[in-house]
């Protein structure tokens, strides 16, 4: 990175917006992955010229530059792998508006998206997509991401609430894409392109949301069943009943066990409990009561154990609990685990829990796993001892395996955390030659220097060895 | 077209796929709009291996290749302006499967939307978007123009059931994009990229569509108000009270004054009645009741009169008739009717409403509007006699006011539609020439040779006169 181009972003964003400092360029180098490379040069810009002066300058320059929000990402998506100039969003934080009457919201690309639930909220309105680090992680990642979250049965995704976007491209040009209205079919769909597309088309600089109406009542269940397979039955039998619960998270036995020895708390993984269902209803209260005992008699008739309804929010924080604690919990298995955030299509769920089982015997390993059993998302955790090389090597042939096997079963290899770094040596497992070509050719189009994000996504940029690629999170 | 094409095709497809018959190469030149371009020839495949066949002799040959579904579109989509080959979907017509426990179908895009949504009833199963041809176009030409309808405040539009696509490329190369579940964020979102495309980046060939539970009670209400002020308050007070309605259609005073004398019914347009609303509630029965009161009262508490609901199919007919007599009886009015599709921020609905009232003042012409209140998409017909050169000037440029008006709202110039040919002398009204360009380098990424669907979306593809591009029905 030569002085001169740093020069110039301090001539045009001012030195209080570009930060050279090694620790600052470290921090903001690494994700909720843990894969970390130090970032050339952070700035801070707070509005979109800012952002378009930048991109000319690196683009002028074919400097690398990366967009991030709060780094939390499971993907390595906001590590700067060739380093270069990394946008950090934490001053582009405003909620320009809420338009209750008309049911959306416009935030700039680092608001944190709790806050925008909690701002919403407050005037009785719902932006439903609630990744689990909605209290760190931003609009702006979350879009970057399409990040989903357990209410996406009922709800959908990120990208079901993306209306419109303001974007900088790399050549600094700043384009507008969709509007406020949920209709809008004029010309291609630009905003749903750069949903998802991690940071390697465009940097999105404002969001246009969809709102919803806040559900005045909620009630939440829980029960407990033999085995995942019960489980997966109540769920399809509360589904041809007609119920649409806003979630449905499934919880297996061994994250269970894990969830009570790091708790100290037996009662989260009762005797005989191979699996556990949270379902959330919400909306009137009249619906949400019809709606609470369809699911309730579909557990017991499933031979549920132990169902117990939430109506205050004290009582549902309490059903929460076991699965809030899943991650740090899981750590009490072991020192590495591998989070695979793979997709099955939603009947299939028993069968996805059949081939864990299976890699659980061959490999030797243990695999808790959870996740949106209403989306057939699940989070399947490969667990290894990281000072055992052994099992270190076990733990990435299995995560191979599964991700064939969840390919075979006409899945996908991510439903939520993205491709890039993570998954980018896999794509092409479930991507043909000639349409991750067209890929190509698209980012070709938006970004023909390739100074977007790059490193990312596409299997020639997987690190070697592979088995770095894999998502992995070391107990510190 | 040389012969030499059109015996490689028949080569291809066999003589029974191939059609040069002029009559036949007439009827698949037209769509809704009656707009009109002869093709050179008509293909028919069956399979997507024929299409791929298809597409490398037009390559090879540089011809237009423009699909077509039913031909219903209102944009001129389907129109093969530049003529080459239709490839015409009605033998790719086969519902493939539809996975009752998984919640998705596999479809060919020939399959006629109403015959999908009646299979998929058949399971217990729901597919909502509704576009009032439902019972002739089809689900190809539906994902091609992102089609609407009046179920998309509660249940979105058609991309939001798209989950996966097969296409094929101008090359003739076959992709697969997306998949069979919700969450799935592996590489570049092609998918959604290619619905509301219209046909120029890439030919569909099978589309996997989300299913959803079919909601088991429905209640329909209508409501008269003095003035469409009023019931855009009533849909705004129900909004704010948490009710979520499946559709909230808005009809005008001057389009229940064409109906009832279009059929001899005056009780379709009762003294005083400035607007009309139809409100559909659906769900669990507990639910669709709560929801109906919710309705009911805001709707009386809003000034509403002649407030009734329907529960059963045939007292649900009978509402919906007003609504469903509209296209034909416009045209009671004046010969010549211009559609426009605009869409504004669904609080702006009255806003949108004044700018019409002033339209008709200023160019002294009927524009009688209905539509989709819970989204702003309203259809604004402008009307005038066609054998008037002066009242078609007028008319004309009444268009032209009002999608600037929209504009100036923050709406859009096409909410359900899309652009084809009929908008795309407007398109730039709305797109920056920035945003523009990128769909630009976009479309040359997918078609190098700009062989797909040639002449629409694009501004310098607008025919001229400008005046052609609107849409435009003419009594026949």
């Known amino acids: 990175m030569p002085h001169a181009l740093v020069g110039r972003l301090v001539e045009v964003l001012g030195v209080s917006r570009v930060s050279v400092d090694p620790e600052v360029c470290r921090q903001f180098g690494q994700d909720g992955t843990r894969q970390s490379h130090a970032a050339d040069v952070v700035v801070f810009p707070d509005a979109t010229a800012q952002v378009s002066a930048i991109a000319r300058i690196c683009s002028e320059t074919r400097t690398p530059m990366v967009a991030r929000g709060a780094g939390t990402g499971y993907s390595g998506g906001a590590v700067p792998v060739r380093g270069g100039v990394v946008l950090a969003f934490e001053r582009m934080n405003r909620i320009i508006a809420i338009d209750e009457a008309s049911l959306y919201a416009i935030v700039e690309p680092g608001v944190v998206t709790g806050d925008l639930q909690d701002a919403v909220a407050g005037v009785g309105l719902f932006y439903p997509p609630d990744p689990s680090s909605l209290r760190q992680c931003t609009i702006g990642g979350n879009v970057a991401e399409n990040a989903g979250g357990p209410r996406a049965f009922k709800y959908g995704v990120t990208r079901h609430y993306v209306l419109g976007l303001e974007a900088v491209l790399p050549s600094g040009e700043v384009i507008r894409t969709g509007g406020k209205t949920v209709k809008n079919v004029v010309g291609y769909d630009l905003t749903q392109l750069l949903v998802g597309s991690e940071g390697t088309l465009a940097i999105v600089t404002e969001i246009t949301l969809r709102l919803v109406s806040l559900p005045p009542a909620v009630v939440t269940l829980r029960a407990f069943f033999p085995t995942i397979h019960h489980a997966a039955e109540a769920v399809s039998r509360l589904v041809r009943q007609h119920a649409v619960p806003a979630t449905l998270e499934l919880v297996d036995g061994a994250t269970l066990d894990a969830v009570a020895k790091a708790t100290g708390d037996r009662t989260l993984a009762p005797a005989g409990a191979g699996a556990m269902l949270i379902v959330e209803c919400d909306g009137l ?7 609470a005992a369809i699911v309730a008699a579909a557990c017991r008739a499933e031979g549920a154990t132990g169902v117990v309804e939430a109506r205050t929010e004290a009582e549902r924080d309490e059903l929460w609990r076991a699965r809030r604690t899943i ?59 990281p000072d055992d090389a052994d099992q270190v090597a076990r733990a990435y042939a299995a995560v191979e395996a599964l991700l064939d096997g969840v390919l075979a079963l006409g899945g996908s290899i991510s439903g939520e955390h993205g491709i890039g770094l993570s998954k980018a040596a896999f794509i092409d497992r479930e991507l043909s030659v000639d ?18 994000n790059p490193g990312k996504i596409f299997p020639e940029f997987a690190p070697a060895p592979v088995e770095r690629a894999v998502i992995a999170e070391r107990r510190s």
Do not use: C, Y
């Open 435 to 452: 349409t991750l070509a067209a890929m190509r050719r698209l980012k070709q189009s938006f970004d023909p220097m390739g100074i977007l």
């Open 285 to 291: 209260p009249q619906a949400v009561d019809a709606e």
């Open 327 to 385: 991650s740090p919990a899981l750590m009490v298995i072991a020192g590495l685990k591998i989070n695979n955030d793979i997709v099955v299509p939603r009947a299939l769920v028993p069968d996805l829990f059949a081939l864990v089982d299976d890699l659980k015997r061959r490999f030797r390993l243990p695999i808790p796993s959870f996740g949106h059993a209403g989306d057939g998302n699940i989070h399947v955790n490969v667990m290894a001892n």
